[in-house]
């Protein structure tokens, strides 16, 4: 089995309303629940606004400190779920019913160390 990280690219900008945010958690413990009864549940979570993040770039021999997201964009990384699946048709169908619970683009991509040699 691969794993694949299944990444959730949130629009900038303020969040829907209370209503659409309660119907897509509803739909995102759904899904949760039926990726876990499948077994292919790894890890999920939700990550905080992209303002507090912190970069660090090599610069020579120092290391370059900056806050904020890595890139200037209209999206960024929202949150994301790791899913186990034998090929790469089992994660995009992963990926569907998550784009579905999300409203949300979703990138689906296999984790280097579990993908085989030469697929990174």
């Known amino acids: 089995m691969t794993q694949y990280l299944l990444s959730v690219y949130q629009p900038d900008g303020p969040a829907p309303e209370p209503d ?22 790894v890890f999920s979570g939700g990550l905080c606004a992209p303002t507090t993040a912190t970069v660090l770039r090599a610069r ?12 200037e964009g209209k999206e960024h990384l929202g949150g994301f779920t790791i899913v186990e699946a034998p090929d790469l048709d089992a994660a995009l169908g992963w990926g569907r019913k998550l784009t579905r619970a999300t409203t949300l683009p979703i990138e689906v991509r296999p984790l280097a160390h579990h993908a085989g040699a030469g697929s990174h």
């Open 20 to 41: 659409t945010l309660a119907k897509i958690a509803d739909d995102l413990d759904v899904l949760n629940q039926e990726m876990v009864s499948a077994g292919a549940w």
């Open 60 to 71: 020579g021999g120092d290391v370059l400190v900056t806050d904020g997201p890595y890139t």
